[in-house]
């Protein structure tokens, strides 16, 4: 079975600064992918970005990079130059082979301040 | 229409009231997908629907019951629910079911559902 872990129920952080935002997985597939969405309070999920198992280089999307060690099972997201818009849950993913073993972590919710 | 919608966006029903949760995706994709997002707890995936063919049912109690007709179009039937029930139940896709570690689920904004 695969299990995230997001230890961060709640995070702040200053506007205009960075902050990273733990995950660490658990998984016995060797091919997997990372995701990491964003659910403001409107309730839609927004996908960030993505980093699959092989990938050699971190992932980076704009503003958004992953810090994936594989050694250590984590995949943190990173958001530099955060904004007021960046408040909301931030959700960890882990994607296995196949579509049922697509499993979240708790979330982390991030209240940027002015 | 683009992307992943839900209707209603909210609902409140009685626990004797039959009622359907509806997502459509116009994004051609094959897997559809059927979360709940309850308060204080990680999003639950509920079914997996991938070319109109149910492959997964996580132990969901047969109170809800999901129906995928065509790949665009799934739907989740509630009958006789609980208040412990009320939640946000989010839809998704993909475009493919295998290998989805390489395939990004899009998700629709939701139904809030209330059971009184």
């Known amino acids: 079975a695969q299990k995230i872990t997001q230890t961060q129920p709640g995070m702040f952080v200053q506007e205009k600064e960075a902050v990273t935002l733990d995950c660490t997985y658990d998984?016995?597939?060797?091919?997997?992918?990372l995701f990491w969405y964003k659910q403001p309070s409107s309730g839609e999920m927004i996908f960030l970005i993505y980093?699959?198992?092989?990938?050699?280089q971190n992932a980076t999307e704009g503003r958004y990079s992953l810090n994936f060690q594989k050694a250590r099972k984590s995949a943190n997201l990173v958001i530099s130059a955060s904004q007021l818009g960046d408040s909301a849950m931030y959700f960890c993913a882990i994607g296995g082979h196949y579509g049922q073993n697509f499993v979240f972590g708790p979330g982390t919710r991030l209240s940027v301040l002015p | 229409e683009t992307g992943v919608t839900q209707t209603p966006r909210h609902l409140v029903m009685g626990m004797t009231n039959k009622k359907s949760l509806k997502c459509e995706q116009h994004?051609?994709?094959?897997?559809m997908y059927w979360y709940k997002q309850s308060a204080k707890k990680p999003l639950e995936l509920m079914f997996v629907?991938?070319?109109?063919?149910?492959?997964e049912n996580n132990s969901v109690p047969s109170r809800f019951s999901p129906e995928c007709p065509n790949s665009s179009h799934l739907f989740l039937h509630l009958h006789t629910l609980q208040p412990e029930d009320s939640a946000l139940y989010l839809c998704a896709s993909s475009q493919e079911l295998v290998r989805v570690a390489y395939n990004e689920q899009f998700f629709g904004p939701g139904t809030r559902l209330t059971v009184l």
């Open positions: 994004l051609g994709h094959n897997a």
């Open positions: 629907y991938s070319l109109e063919e149910r492959v």
């Open positions: 998984t016995s597939d060797p091919s997997y992918g």
């Open positions: 980093q699959g198992s092989y990938d050699q």
